[in-house]
């Protein structure tokens, strides 16, 4: 796991912005990107009724990333990478998202000076 991510920050940012697609990587390195409506909770992310599509992907490949849109023309992304495992209740299609890496991306240049420990060129924010 890399830095720590601070999880209220981050339910802040889920609560502002709406749906985020999910992208997981089947067979093939196949891509399957799907909307999604993740709610934090428990250090953790959840995506309830995720497709069967969306969760052998996950089976196969738990890295996932969660990508949720600006609101606005010249926005911020929201862009979090995580561990998915499947909810531990089957019958909920739901993933429990883990994350590892949370950021509030834009691409624009950076204000002022990058930070010594970043590797974003863009206007990144790490939460």
């Known amino acids: 796991m890399g830095k720590s991510i ?17 992208i ?8 399957h990107t799907s909307a999604v409506n993740p709610v934090v909770a428990d250090a953790a992310l959840t995506i309830p009724g ?30 979090v990478d995580g561990e998915a495992r499947a909810s531990t209740d089957s019958s909920d299609g739901a993933l429990r998202i883990s ?14 000076p990058a930070h010594a420990d970043s590797t974003c060129l863009s206007d990144c924010v790490e939460l």
């Open 50 to 79: 995720t497709s069967a599509h969306s969760r052998a992907n996950a089976d196969r490949n738990p890295n996932i990333s969660l990508v949720w849109p600006p609101t606005e023309d010249g926005g911020y992304s929201l862009i």
């Open 6 to 22: 601070d999880m209220e920050s981050l339910a802040d940012a889920v609560a502002a912005y709406g749906f985020a697609y999910l």
């Open 99 to 112: 994350p590892s890496r949370a950021v509030l991306h834009r691409p624009a240049a950076r204000p002022g």
């Open 24 to 31: 997981t990587v089947g067979d093939n390195a196949q891509i």
